[in-house]
């Protein structure tokens, strides 16, 4: 069982930027796909970005140029940095993990989720 920890979120203004990370100690993140998703309250969760074993990456359409999902496989953490925030962006973000290879920004694929940390744009 994967145990991932998010952190690195917090409340910004519209234009800011933050940087979320995700532990997961005692794993290799080069042997799973990993992934950001979001849910706002009262909304759907919806899929962010993946990234796989060899650092090839997927995003959703209307985040891609904003957002960057990037691996450092050395301290096992995943980021999601978030440039350009507006207040649609406030919601939970949470990174998920699967074992092998990525299957697109499709939640139910992901077998391993952390707790999420929260975004609040103003």
């Known amino acids: 069982h994967v145990q991932l920890v998010e952190s690195g979120g917090g409340s910004v203004q519209a234009g800011g930027s933050l940087r979320l990370s995700c532990a997961a100690p005692?794993?290799?993140?080069?042997?799973?796909?990993m992934g950001w998703f979001r849910q706002a309250p009262g909304k759907a969760r919806e899929g962010i970005a993946v990234i796989d074993s060899d650092g090839d990456t997927a995003y959703a359409e209307s985040m891609k140029d904003r957002f960057t999902i990037s691996v450092d496989n050395a301290k096992n953490t995943l980021y999601l940095q978030m440039n350009s925030l507006k207040p649609e962006d406030t919601a939970m973000y949470i990174c998920?993990?699967?074992?092998?290879?990525?299957?697109?920004?499709?939640?139910?694929?992901?077998?391993?989720w952390g707790q999420g940390t929260q975004v609040t744009v103003s």
């Open positions: 005692g794993y290799r993140y080069d042997t799973y796909c």
């Open positions: 998920a993990a699967r074992p092998g290879s990525c299957y697109g920004l499709v939640e139910g694929y992901f077998g391993f």
